[in-house]
């Protein structure tokens, strides 16, 4: 990666002059974490969806519905339709035990039929002494829907009748300690598109983050516990395996895009989309495909920036938790990132503008706690010292005392003059960041690289 520094000024919002200076070294190679990592690059092909989109080319944003999921056959079985009915009415009001025993001769009649398999396997999944059985069952159902299919080291098919089965059976993996294969088979249930449920969903996610806590792989546990946080902010099993990480949870690979490296001995560490100050000047350290010769590109706290429009913050935050009237009329909304239930606790609290026909960030603040993820506004992390802020992007032009009465905190307000980032201190320490649109510079919806799917 090629940076380019960008000279803050009073005249900041001009082109620099200052000759461009490398301060992250081409040989070093910048990407994101792969959250498909566990499928081991291999295409994923979906059963039984029926596209909304079939025209050649087409390429779906993260996020998009793809289509809708076909209907089952008229009959699932040649002789058992009945049967499954009535095991499929005594699943939903939780007797399993009498589903069991309805299903016993459904299998021994079509030992190979999925559905027959699928519905036994999940009924003996919730009776305790029969899950060895479940297991059996579903690792014989997948193989089914696996075979004469094509198959192979490059391709995995989810089929969406069947949906349930992946994750069900990397619970069972979990079980037995066989946290590869779990993390396989609950990546299969998550690449596509399905009919799962919040609940689901985050259980799902919790079996992910708790395979990859066992496989030691730090990069994959920060990347899910994060998808787990925005579902549910006071997700307890995730933020336990994250606590037993400490400050691995808030570091970065060396190779992420957003990684802070250290430049010299006696310079604060540099990284891509963050300011970086040198001698008495504050530069934002913009990677070539970004950079607008403004300090746009480092108006960022964690992956939520400047500019970022409204939809895409909400699908990696979730929705908010509130919203509250400005002093200037404006609306503002707060989103929770954690809340472990002892009081600690961290929230953005954003601003939105219209720009180009979409809402897209105005202002963005980090407060309260620090969270076990590595959310940093150019190399600072909240709870660090005072002292690593002023060392990363020196002293403030002014200094006003700030109190929140509600929850009695008093501190300082730290403000950079013409620079569009202000911090608050409390005891000394990082209590808060905040970054925004400067008024010279119009209102403009951005899709910086970094925030690029890999």
Known sequence: MTSRLVCITATWLASSSLTAQQLLPESVKVQRSNPMAALGGRTVVVLHLKPYRTDSGYRFAVGDSMGRVEPYPAHLSRNNDGTLARADSLYSSQRYREAAAVLEGAYRDEPTNPFVLNAYARTLFWIDDRRDQSFDLYRRLIALLDQGRDTNDSVVLVDLWFHEAYWKIASLYLDRGEYKTAAFEITRFLSAPGPRDGPVLNQAIDYLVEAYAHLDNDE????????????????????????????????????????????????????????????????????????????APCLRVGEVYVGERRDEVEGALGAPQRSFSQRNGTVAYMYLVFFDGSQRGAYYVIEYESAEGSEVVRSLQLTRDRPPLPLDF??????DPAERFTRQVGPPVSIAPFEDASIGVKGQQWTYGPLPFSAEIVDNRVYSIRVWRPDALPPKRRRLKFAEPS
Do not use: I
């Open 378 to 383: 150019s190399c600072v992390l909240l709870g």
């Open 220 to 295: 994959q546990v920060r990347l899910w516990a994060k998808r787990a946080l925005s579902l549910n902010a006071r997700d307890a099993q995730v933020l336990s395996f994250l606590y037993q990480m400490g400050s691995r949870a808030t570091s970065r690979l060396p190779t992420d895009v957003l990684a802070c490296r250290p430049a010299a001995d006696t310079l604060p560490p540099v990284g891509a989309y963050s300011f970086f100050r040198q001698g008495a000047t504050v530069r934002c350290v913009a990677p070539r495909g970004d950079d607008d010769e403004t300090v």
